[in-house]
């Protein structure tokens, strides 16, 4: 089990808590430095999630803040142990916590992250054109959008600059709006690439809606 090395505040009204739950992923983009993601599996049982939140809470409730919660990874939905994680952590903790959300690539099913809504305030999904397909993205990201409006949640979709991805960049923009999707830019580091730029991708095109 990791060692908590320290933990610090960012917020006024919060206390601010980003956690990297693991960093398995299903991806493995070009642009994705070791120590974000590996296919080692180093996901937490549900009984050392609970024990690891036990320390954070040990360690930090005496500042007598709300928690604002952002979790990621590696890529936190393949662990099954996520959801009931959730479920235990809002039970046994939703009083002291303001804000929790997740960052996610978006790849687990529309039913999935509709449940996982239900225990979240956010949902962030990240664009990764090597891997995502494009339609299956956008139908999750279409329900969790209109979710999203109708119970006070935020969603959006956060967009990877990959300046070998234009087209694909300008579809994920045009359907945003075609949607009313909120979506943002992040900057990607390309001096961390661990392999060329990639010439075949794994994305589904299918363009007869848009």
């Known amino acids: ?15 601010s808590i980003s956690w990297v739950m693991h960093i398995k992923c299903n991806y493995d983009c070009m642009y994705c ?25 040990k360690k ?15 890529e936190p939905t393949i662990n099954k142990n996520f959801i009931p994680f959730l479920e235990w ?8 916590i303001k804000v929790i959300g997740v960052t996610t690539n978006g790849s687990a099913s529309t039913r999935y992250y509709l ?20 339609d299956r ?3 999750s990201a279409i329900a969790l ?27 994920y923009v045009a359907r945003c709006q075609q949607h009313k999707i909120y979506y943002t830019f992040s900057k990607v580091d390309y001096e961390k690439q661990t392999r060329p730029i990639p010439i ?7 363009t007869s809606n848009t």
């Open 33 to 57: 430095p070791p120590d974000r993601h590996t296919s080692v599996n180093d996901t937490k049982s549900l009984e050392e999630l609970k024990t690891l939140w036990q320390e954070i809470f």
């Open 89 to 96: 952590l809002t039970s046994e903790y939703g009083e002291y």
């Open 200 to 206: 075949f991708k794994n994305v589904t095109h299918d």
């Open 1 to 15: 089990m990791n060692k908590i090395v320290r933990i610090l505040p960012f917020e006024k009204d919060f206390f």
């Open 145 to 171: 959008s209109d979710h999203a409006r109708k119970n006070n949640k935020s969603f959006n979709v956060n967009i990877m600059k990959e300046f070998w991805a234009d087209k694909e960049i300008a579809e």
């Open 60 to 74: 930090t409730y005496q500042i007598n803040k709300p928690y604002k919660i952002s979790i990621s990874g590696g």
């Open 137 to 139: 993205f956008f139908e």
């Open 115 to 134: 449940k996982l809504f239900s225990l979240l305030n956010y949902i962030a999904f990240s664009t990764h054109s090597e891997h995502m397909q494009i």
